[in-house]
């Protein structure tokens, strides 16, 4: 089970910080990642990934603005976004995505197969 919390509305320049927990799992082969659409049925974006050993991944239009941390447990990953944009908005889902052994979740989260969460509305006005 992945659970978002998080969202909401803010002005262009505010920030805004998300969290998703995934639960239910004694797998540790998934990759925890921030997922957007900015309109109903337009393109899914990758927003932002870690690997186990800390590499960061963002979608190249929120680097330097969001930054994606995770709790000890591993079993959480925050999305700070920061200085947002109108451009920003969009409904936010949280994916534990598998990834087997090996493999990293900069590569994994490309072709997201896993368990999704509901979403959570982002909303920047400017």
């Known amino acids: 089970q992945v659970v978002e919390s998080g969202g909401g509305s803010a002005q262009a320049g505010e920030s805004l910080r998300l969290s998703c927990t995934a639960s239910g799992s004694s797998s540790s082969n998934y990759c925890l990642a921030w997922f957007r659409r900015r309109a109903p049925g337009s393109e899914r974006e990758g927003v932002a990934t870690l690997d186990s050993d800390g590499t960061q991944h963002y979608l190249d239009s929120v680097k330097g603005r969001f930054a994606a941390s995770k709790d000890n447990n591993q079993n959480t990953l925050h999305l700070l976004m920061n200085a947002l944009k109108p451009e920003d908005t969009g409904m936010y889902t949280c994916?534990?995505?598998?990834?087997?052994?090996?493999?990293?979740?900069?590569?994994?989260?490309?072709?997201?197969?896993?368990?999704w969460g509901q979403g959570t509305q982002v909303t920047v006005s400017s």
């Open positions: 994916a534990a995505v598998w990834c087997p052994r090996y493999y990293t979740c900069g590569y994994c989260w490309t072709d997201p197969k896993g368990v």
